[in-house]
């Protein structure tokens, strides 16, 4: 008799580990509280689909028992999960760096996944999440929200996390897991924008700009302050918050240290490309290369100028009009006072501005707003390929575990090879059969 796999959530993940316990000649059911598979996955990079990265290391991953990271990491295979797409006819292409389908559209690989799915055979019930799973001397029961009752000899808890709750993410999947004996990590929203009272940004909202962004914790001034970390790209200003991909890759940390009420401040420089004739870490980058001149060059120049011009046609040049507004504000002026009647320190504030400019943190995007959910189910409780070590015959895919990937499609590369890899192995032993009550 066939072994027959439930999969909880028809996300990558779990769209992966039908595919993966299918191949092994298993019956599987596929469980989705949505009316279609592949909500969040169809939604993902902007509907572009970014499913991997060029770059692959085990720093590209995190999780709060950094001490397992590597273990784990060691069961993601990028390769392997760029080539099963392409063999289903999915062609991919690189942009800087950033893995994609060929067409740009999240939804190809989303339908791709459906039809190799359906063409093994995968009973598919929509509209019905698992809600319940117990063991038995025969496997496992499974309830879902409709009040069905069936029988699985293995289940995967492919469910996804908090993040995305309009595409269903509830963290019921925690739930589950937390039944059946695992234990959570601390959950918190992760690669989201991170939130500011500071009423300065209000000048800048809707403005884009290339920075080099500092993650400090601590108390300004305190020993203790420390640099977390460092990231350079585009960031984007809103009226009480700024986001980006810079600031997304900051703000599994900066979160952290917020539930642990340590303070957290952002420090943008504001003209990074002026670095590269200095020796910094971005020197030598195409994207973002001045045609001439040093910063120190500039700064002379800038405070040579003391026309009866206002501070935006002051810091034309370098700058747009509503980044100006906003320094100007952080320096208690406007952007039309007039620089022939500003001192000499106003105008070096101004200009120390643009390299050092500070942003007091008060909280993250929610749940809504995030790509992924940080923290999850304890990976010292995981063995093998993502098996359970507490209940035999249970499994885990994707975000539901404490693994958190960078922005990038770290996360969906870890959400199909670990499905594509549980649901393999889910397969591989016992025979108990599907039982409908």
């Known amino acids: 008799m066939k072994k027959t796999v439930a999969v909880a959530g028809a996300g990558a993940g779990g769209l ?19 009316d279609r598979i592949g909500r969040k996955l169809s939604a993902t990079g902007n509907g572009k689909g970014n499913i991997a990265n060029c770059r692959m290391e085990e720093l590209c991953y995190r999780s709060e028992e950094p001490e397992e990271l590597s273990r784990i990491y060691r069961g993601i295979d990028r390769d392997e999960v760029l080539q099963l797409l392409e063999d289903r006819g999915i062609v991919l292409h690189a942009r800087q760096g950033y893995i994609y389908p060929r067409t740009d559209l999240a939804a190809t690989v989303t339908e791709g996944l459906g039809q190799w799915i359906a063409e093994r055979g995968t009973e598919l019930h929509l509209r019905e ?5 117990q063991i038995t001397a025969s496997g496992f029961l499974i309830r879902t929200g409709t009040g069905a009752e069936y029988r699985a000899d293995a289940l995967i808890l492919a469910t996804g996390g908090m993040a995305g709750p309009q595409f269903g993410c509830d963290g ?11 234990r959570c990590t601390a959950l918190r929203p992760s690669l989201t924008a991170l939130k ?7 000048f800048a909202a809707g403005v884009r700009c290339l920075s080099k962004v500092r993650l400090v914790i601590g108390k300004q001034g305190d020993a203790a302050e420390a640099t977390m970390s460092e990231e350079y790209g585009e960031v984007q200003f809103g009226k009480e918050s700024i986001s980006g991909i810079p600031v997304f890759q900051l703000s599994s940390e900066a979160g952290r240290a917020l539930t642990q009420g340590e303070p957290v401040r952002l420090i943008l420089d504001l003209l990074p490309e002026f670095d590269r004739n200095s020796g910094s870490p971005f020197s030598g980058r195409k994207d973002a290369e001045l045609v001439g001149g040093t910063w120190e060059q500039e700064w002379d120049r800038r405070m040579q100028d003391a026309r009866n011009i206002s501070i935006a046609e002051w810091l034309n ?20 006072n007039k620089i022939r009647k500003l001192t000499r320190e106003q105008r070096a504030m101004l200009l120390a501005q643009l390299r050092h400019f500070e942003i007091a943190v008060a909280g993250t995007g929610a749940y809504r707003d995030a790509q ?40 969906l590369t870890f959400a199909m090879s670990s499905g594509w890899s549980v649901g393999r192995a889910a397969a591989s032993a016992g025979a108990a059969g599907s039982v409908r009550n």
């Not at 992966?16 to 596929?30: E, F, I």
Request: hydrophobic share 45%; charged share 15%; proline share 4%.
């Open 317 to 336: 040049g370098l700058t747009v009009p509503k980044l100006a507004a906003m320094i100007a504000a952080r320096s208690g002026l406007t952007a039309e």
């Open 16 to 34: 992966m580990a039908a595919a993966g316990a299918a191949s092994q000649g298993a019956q599987v059911l596929l469980f989705d509280q949505n």
């Open 196 to 202: 500011t009272e500071d009423p300065v940004l209000r």
């Open 372 to 411: 992924v959910t940080a923290g999850g189910i304890r990976l010292s409780e995981i063995a093998g390929p993502f098996a359970s070590v507490l209940c035999p015959g249970l499994y885990f895919a994707g975000e539901i575990l404490d693994i958190e990937g960078m922005c990038g499609g770290y996360n």
């Open 129 to 133: 999440a698992v809600t319940n799973a």
């Open 172 to 182: 019921s999947g925690y739930q589950i897991a937390r039944s059946l004996g695992h």
